[in-house]
């Protein structure tokens, strides 16, 4: 059951925001749910069309569409607006310009409002867009958490499950850093059942059929662009990995995701924003856990982390 009077808004309610509400509701993560967005009329169908979904579910969840000064008392904030991904485009961060107006302008218009809650970032270039987020907040950076590479993450495990035709939770395989072409797939500490990734792979040479970890940690950067250029957009994976950050803060599950959260000298990164495990409860990112990394990987995420922070000195200057 959701918390009593708990309430969530939505900012965006394109493919990504009506994806994540719907999938809000079939959880029932919280009492009210309120869309925003420029489009006013989307906004109101959307909420129209999920609520008349609630009646099949025999669950009692109000679901409408609002403006900005319903963030006052919401208890998180999904921000899933974002600029147009350019036709060929293959780097998130070149949407960084076009993203920060757009940004700025809903940021203060959820704190002019008086919000004190969890902000959830959905929107690209995210790791960027998440520490412009905290800067125009002015809000405690556990509570600013971007989606980050949760549904790498999800990759990787459901790239594993299909080879060896096991339930992908049982895999546990963490990818990090910037979601983007920077991200780490941390393979040190993978297991599978209990068992060492590179002994699964060895071990059960007939079903890997010579796959390397490379090119499944290309798969794995590739699979958000090849479901892009086939239909345009993802709305599905992020939706659900959206709801389950939510459901962890909601519910307060002590859930482990990695999100894009701030670092303050945790694997010798100070300052950035980026994707590590971390701990969420109702406060938000409740603490980052520091696994031990090899040492490659750890000089790859400090690298992944120097690459989001050239791109600070842009956002500190708009």
């Keep these: 059951m959701a918390f009593r009077n708990s309430k969530a808004v939505i900012v965006g309610v394109g493919n990504v925001g009506a994806t994540c509400a719907y999938s809000f509701v079939n959880q029932l993560l919280c009492e009210d749910l309120v869309l925003v967005d420029v489009n006013k009329d989307k906004a109101l169908a959307e909420a129209l069309d999920i609520q008349h979904s609630v009646y099949f579910m025999n669950r009692n969840m109000h679901v409408r569409a609002g403006d900005y000064s319903e963030c006052k008392d919401a208890d998180v904030v999904v921000i899933s607006a974002s600029a147009p991904m350019p ?65 790498d993450t999800a990759r990787l495990c459901t ?52 796959t390397t970890k490379q090119e499944l940690a290309h798969e794995v950067v590739e699979a958000g662009w090849d479901i892009f250029n086939r239909k345009g957009n993802t709305c599905y994976g992020i939706a659900s990995s959206v709801t389950a950050i939510a459901r962890s803060i909601f519910f307060d599950d002590n859930a482990i995701y990695p999100v894009s959260v701030r670092l303050t000298g945790q694997y010798g990164i100070d300052g950035a924003f980026l994707s590590v495990p971390t701990i969420l409860d109702h406060t938000g990112a409740k603490e980052i856990v520091e696994i031990r990394l090899a040492e490659d990987e750890l000089s790859a995420l400090q690298k992944s982390a120097k690459l989001l922070e050239e791109y600070y000195e842009i956002v500190d200057s708009n």
């Design 87 to 151: 036709k060929d485009s293959h780097d998130r961060l070149e949407m960084l310009r076009p993203s920060m107006g757009l940004m700025k302008a809903i940021v203060t218009s959820i704190m002019e409002a008086g919000f004190h809650g969890i902000l959830i970032v959905v929107s690209n270039p995210v790791d960027v867009m998440t520490y412009y987020a905290w800067k125009l907040s002015g809000l405690p950076a556990n509570q600013v958490i971007g989606s980050g590479t949760n549904l």
């Design 159 to 210: 790239a594993f499950s299909r080879m060896y035709d096991l339930d992908a939770r049982n895999v546990e395989a963490y990818v990090m850093g910037e979601h983007g072409d920077s991200e780490v797939v941390v393979w040190d500490s993978a297991t599978i059942g209990g068992k060492r990734i590179d002994d699964v792979l060895h071990d059960n040479a007939s079903r890997t059929k010579g």
